[in-house]
């Protein structure tokens, strides 16, 4: 069983920055992600990252502008946010999945239904 809680959301003019953090317990956790959902939107991926090798994936919205880390331990999962814009918008999500026999990086990094483990959200909330 794998638990994740998000802590780091809040209200920020556009241009600013936020720091989201992820705390992941469990094993489970070889894909971990960050997605988000602005009301009346569907859930879309932001980033993602392969727990041990490293690799990562951006949405196209944010790349250049977010950044995934991981502590030491691999508990922790952070979102890096600058030049924030009013469309980020949303309720962001820390996920995680265990790896499956023929798993594709490019094909479940971004999509939420790749997903099984989920946190309760925090919100993230760029004004103009």
């Known amino acids: 069983q794998v638990q994740l809680v998000e802590s780091g959301g809040g209200s920020v003019q556009a241009g600013g920055s936020l720091r989201l953090s992820c705390a992941a317990s469990g094993t489970d956790r070889t894909y971990m992600a960050w997605f988000r959902q602005a009301p009346g939107k569907q859930r879309e991926g932001v980033a993602a990252?392969?727990?041990?090798?490293?690799?990562?994936s951006y949405a196209v919205s944010v790349k250049g502008r977010f950044t995934l880390s991981q502590d030491n331990s691999r508990n922790t999962l952070f979102l890096e946010m600058n030049m924030l814009k009013p469309e980020d918008t949303a309720m962001y999500y820390c996920a995680a999945r265990a790896a499956r026999l023929g798993d594709s990086w490019s094909t479940l990094a971004l999509y939420p239904e790749n997903y099984d483990y989920w946190g309760q959200g925090t919100q993230v909330t760029v004004s103009s």
């Open positions: 990252i392969y727990v041990s090798g490293g690799a990562t």
